[in-house]
């Protein structure tokens, strides 16, 4: 049992044609600035981990490096380097103020998201990776909770396998539960700093996820590209042979 924030395994989910997704293969999850022994070894043997995909932003890299892992790579894309006025770090949602300031927040998040084109060349960069993993490999990715930048990670992969939306948004809600202890130590420990009630319940909306903030990015993406299909193609550089190739290497009857 793995004891990493927010850590799960996608494989094992259905598709649209009845084929599961390969499992040991996708792996998201919450930083992994307090890795344990157990942990690394069960990633290394268990896993066989092939590369740790960091999408958290320079500054919070810096402050709570990733821990490695023997035989693995280390990757590093900044998601938001060029969203202006976005975070996703505590100190961000602590700004805000107040929980319908908070929400407001979190749904212009995934929009900024769903179009920024360092975000699109980002997730594109993701893609490349995932297909020069090699054979019996698996790959981990994560942000600092593992559930926006992650979030929308695991909805692209999902997607792209044609998993059926109403999975993808289970998978997405999966988080609130995973992370019930992680945000109600944050809490407590912002009630310690004496935050005031208003930035409390802003903080707690930010450390939740939401099916609106999904929807919004669906939406946006859709009213932008008209399909998640062509934002695939025209967005992330997902064509019909690297589809194919995903689908071949990553799906099991």
């Given at each position: 049992m793995v004891t990493i924030t927010n850590f799960r395994?996608?494989?094992?989910?259905?598709?649209?044609?009845g084929k599961h997704i390969k499992k040991d293969v996708f792996l998201r999850s919450g930083e992994l600035s307090?890795?344990?022994k157990e942990d690394e070894q069960r990633l290394e043997t268990t896993y066989r981990l092939g590369k740790i995909i960091d999408l958290r932003s320079e500054a919070e890299v810096e402050e709570r490096p990733d821990m490695s892992v023997p035989k693995t790579e280390y990757i590093h894309i900044d998601i938001l380097e060029d969203i202006q006025d976005e975070g996703a770090s505590i100190s961000d949602f602590v700004k805000i103020g107040s929980p319908e300031k908070s929400a407001s927040y979190m749904e212009k998040l995934y929009a900024d998201i769903a179009l920024n084109n360092t975000a699109q060349k980002g997730y594109n960069k993701f893609f490349e990776e995932i297909l020069a993993l090699q054979k019996q490999e698996s790959i981990l990715f994560h942000c600092f909770a593992g559930k926006d930048r992650t979030g929308i990670a695991a909805l692209l992969v999902l997607e792209t396998l044609d998993v059926p939306r109403e999975a993808i948004y289970k998978d997405y809600l999966l988080t609130n539960e995973l992370r019930k202890k992680e945000n109600a130590e944050i809490l407590e420990q912002a009630r310690k700093a004496e935050l005031e009630e208003q930035n409390l319940e802003a903080l707690h909306v930010a450390l939740n996820v939401d099916s609106?903030?999904?929807?919004?990015?669906?939406?946006?993406?859709?009213a932008q590209y008209g399909d998640v299909s062509t934002y695939l193609k025209q967005a992330i550089n997902i064509d019909k042979i690297t589809k194919d190739t995903l689908n071949q290497r990553f799906l099991l009857d």
């Open positions: 395994d996608i494989g094992g989910i259905k598709n649209k044609d307090k890795l344990t609106r903030y999904l929807d919004n990015f669906y939406q946006t993406v859709e």
